[in-house]
């Protein structure tokens, strides 16, 4: 495994949460990391993106302004903190790197070489 995400759980409505994403192997030499989400019966979708050397970031629309992602470069490990979560959040997300190839950060799903497994945040009202 080279992307272990984790961090999920319930939550009510206006609360928060903070995702993380740890890499090993190959996976480390990515340019760009982000996080993906799939809600029930939707197709997966771009949330967030950071760029491993500089950190500049990219955020979906839905999320701009409430999440925040990050990255310990030493610990080799990203992080999404979800604030005023809503329902429509909720979601399977999953943390993913692209390799060495793009200069970052990238939004398209196709660009990820690597994947993660997926936390489920559940939101309720």
């Known amino acids: 495994v080279q992307l272990q995400a984790s961090g999920g759980g319930l939550v009510l409505a206006g609360e928060s949460l903070r995702l993380s994403c740890v890499t090993s192997?190959?996976?480390?030499?990515?340019?760009?990391w982000g996080w993906f989400r799939q809600a029930p019966g939707k197709e997966r979708e771009f949330v967030a993106a950071?760029?491993?050397?500089?950190?500049?970031?990219r955020y979906a629309d839905s999320v701009t302004g409430r999440f925040i992602i990050s990255r310990d470069a030493a610990k080799n490990t990203m992080f999404l903190q979800m604030n005023r979560l809503q329902p429509d959040d909720t979601a399977l997300y999953y943390c993913?790197?692209?390799?060495?190839?793009?200069?970052?950060?990238?939004?398209?799903?196709?660009?990820?070489?690597?994947w993660g497994q997926g936390t489920l945040v559940t939101v309720s009202s």
């Open positions: 950071i760029r491993w050397r500089d950190a500049v970031t």
């Open positions: 192997g190959r996976a480390f030499a990515s340019n760009s």
């Open positions: 993913a790197a692209t390799g060495p190839a793009y200069n970052g950060p990238n939004y398209r799903e196709l660009e990820y070489r690597y």
